[in-house]
């Protein structure tokens, strides 16, 4: 041990103060090339000694010391130990020793194994500069958003033969690592006509079917695919594609593994100090105590360090609602927890993430903050001078559940649901939406997106193309899991690959070839999304045709109009009036049931004339054939070519 450089004062007082926003610069494992040693730093405040345990001294912690340096807790200490030693804190406590991996460690042991591993100074050097740019320069909101949502280990997998290897041993040898999913995944995003990806959790865990959910190690990427400098390379490649990169992030609860935050001292330190605040009975673990300002230092440290250290644009911010509710779990009269003035409302959880929004748009302004909230609670993308909560965006659960509700009712019925597709436009603007299809409606017996639709082989087809381009035509940015794009069978299967053989079946490729024409159909259309969130880029031609079951809308921006009909049966409407605004001409510039995606090739090739004629508040009317369970778009024929000349 050497001669230790003090911790400054103002690092003390921001980090104890929990307005320290950087705190990973001081806290967890430094290495120095310059004297080839290593400061190590922890907040134990409940602890009677804290020492290091590698294998230098058989994990017991004996000659590697760590000194108190402050009343708060804080124990600090330099070692000659080389970057790739793997280490735990030893921490005594009134009840005996503890092992504990550290909570800033930037590289940990891949998992069964849970030691933290000092990491060497990362030599990355990035060539993105032409995304970051680009991302600085542009409204997000005015802007495309089609998320791509992606489980690392189950995209795609190696082949290998189990034997005797044991079960982790064996699932590591078919991971791909974050360069080889660089290599092949983001071509197949960007030729897809994905804007962005978003991972699930890479913070460390030691669950595989946690899926990242439980994390042990939130400053570290799982070591699963690869070293902090690989994932690096991942997103860089992502941006040079031109790709934006979310993370899912998890500060709604933390994993009770031991070498873990729980009771990291001794006492709950990390986890609330009340155990019916601090557990989180379904999940099985902890929630943070968010009035604790060191650990409103050490998360809001964390988003920031995700955001600067890996360049992501995003955080998907997971399990917002188990954050705002006290009685998000608790829904028996004797486990209800009320505030003294007799509200449930979790004032510290609601402060935080005020807190966290605020920092995390002062660093980074273009930051993308989305809330996966499954709630009734208003202002949730309002901003937090305004009593919001200070996220950009929110995914719109009620879509979800709405629209699928529908899709999975036979033709017949569907007359009787019709409010279904039209109730969402009502709140449509109370929030920024996110429509997700994602992980959670394809798992757990939830049958895959093909399977939920009804009828047989053909016209399940159908309807999830009817449902795709509805949600690719309705206001707010989109969201779809990995597998769906190619009309799978099956859930998503946790513990393997894509079912990528089931594209050599006419079906399945032809599902694909029509998702990556809709996603880049939506690309070229600023009308699909330049005004998602202004009532002007949306109208209603007809809502109320229920007996029919066929819904006609327009999306606009400034520069363009798009006239949008989806028939929800399988009858061919001929002759079928929508209201237009204008005597002009129209194409049919997209429909999803073209030959080449699967569908019966009921598509209008001629131009369609305006005739006058009163209908749905209109003027003037165009009367075209609607395909069955199809999506027909048309635009004028001028502006058709007024686009073209401009592209």
């Avoid at 650990?295 to 995700?306: C, H, T």
């Avoid at 109370?430 to 994602?438: A, G, H, K, M, T």
């Amino acid at each position: 041990m050497i001669k230790l450089q003090p911790i400054s004062d103002l690092d003390q007082y921001l980090f104890h103060q929990g307005t320290h926003y950087e705190s990973y610069q001081f806290l967890g494992a430094h290495y120095d090339q310059a004297s080839a040693m290593t400061t190590f730093t922890v907040w134990a405040p409940h602890a009677r000694q804290v020492s290091l345990g590698l294998d230098a001294n058989s994990w017991t912690g004996a000659d590697y010391p760590l000194i108190r340096v402050t009343e708060a807790g804080l124990w600090r200490a330099a070692f000659k130990v080389a970057p790739g030693t793997t280490y735990k804190y030893v921490i005594g406590t009134d009840k005996g020793r503890l092992l504990k991996a550290d909570p800033y460690a930037r590289y940990a042991q891949r998992r069964p194994r849970t030691a933290s591993i000092v990491e060497a100074p990362s030599t990355y050097q990035w060539q993105d500069a032409e995304w970051i740019a680009r991302r600085e320069s542009s409204d997000h909101f005015k802007s495309p958003i089609n998320i791509y949502e992606v489980h690392l280990g189950t995209w795609r997998k190696h082949e290998a033969e189990q034997g005797g290897l044991s079960v982790d041993d064996y699932t590591d040898k078919t991971y791909y690592t974050y360069r080889e999913m660089a290599a092949e995944m983001v071509p197949y995003i960007k030729e897809m006509g994905y804007s962005h990806v978003e991972i699930l959790p890479v913070t460390e865990h030691p669950f595989d079917l946690s899926w990242g959910y439980q994390v042990t190690g939130y400053y570290a990427p799982t070591s699963r695919y690869g070293t902090p400098d690989d994932f690096k390379y991942l997103v860089d490649t992502f941006h040079q594609a031109g790709i934006g990169v979310i993370m899912d992030w998890v500060p709604a609860h933390f994993c009770k593994d031991d070498h873990g935050l729980r009771q990291f001292d001794g006492r709950p330190l990390y986890e609330h100090q009340d155990t019916k605040r601090a557990d989180k009975k379904g999940w099985g673990t902890l929630t943070f105590d968010y009035g604790r300002p060191e650990i409103q230092s050490f998360l809001i440290s964390n988003a920031n360090y995700w955001l600067t250290e890996f360049h992501l644009d995003g955080l998907r911010v997971d399990a917002v609602h188990s954050m705002t509710d006290l009685n998000f779990e608790n829904h028996t009269p004797d486990s209800k927890i009320y505030n003294e003035d007799g509200t449930s409302i979790h004032k510290e959880g609601v402060a935080f993430i005020q807190k966290l929004n605020t920092v995390v748009f002062k660093y980074h302004p273009h930051a993308l903050m989305m809330a996966e909230d499954s709630s009734d609670m208003p202002m949730i993308t309002a901003p937090v001078d305004r009593g919001g909560l200070g996220f950009n965006y929110k995914w719109d659960l009620g879509f979800m559940h709405d629209t699928l509700d529908y899709f999975e009712l036979p033709q017949e019925a569907r007359r009787y649901h019709h409010q279904n597709l039209t109730f969402p436009m009502m709140y449509r603007y109370n929030e920024n939406y996110i429509l997700p299809f994602s992980h959670d409606e394809v798992v757990h017996g939830k049958l895959s997106m093909l399977d939920k639709m009804p009828g047989d082989q053909w016209q399940k087809f159908a309807n999830l193309r009817a449902l795709y381009g509805y949600q690719m035509t309705q206001p707010g940015k989109k969201l779809l899991f990995m597998g769906s794009e190619l009309g799978l069978y099956s859930e998503w299967k946790d513990k393997e690959q894509i079912d990528w053989f089931i594209l050599k079946y006419p079906y399945h490729h032809g599902m694909q070839k029509y998702v990556r024409a809709l996603n880049h159909f939506y690309l070229s259309h600023p009308a699909l999304f330049a005004a998602d969130f202004e009532p002007e880029g949306y109208q209603w031609i007809d809502p109320d045709n229920s007996q029919q079951s066929v819904i006609t809308y327009m999306r606009r921006s400034k520069d363009e109009e798009l006239i949008i009909a989806i028939n929800m049966t399988g009858q061919v409407y001929y002759d079928f009036e929508i209201g237009v605004p204008e005597d002009a001409g129209y194409k049919e510039i997209f429909s999803s049931d073209a030959e080449e995606f699967g569908g019966s090739n009921q598509l209008v090739s001629d131009e369609l004339f305006a005739v006058k004629s009163e209908k749905q508040g209109y003027k003037y009317v165009i009367r075209t054939k609607l395909p069955p369970f199809g999506l027909s778009v048309y635009q004028q024929t001028a502006q058709i070519k007024k686009m073209g000349e401009s592209r």
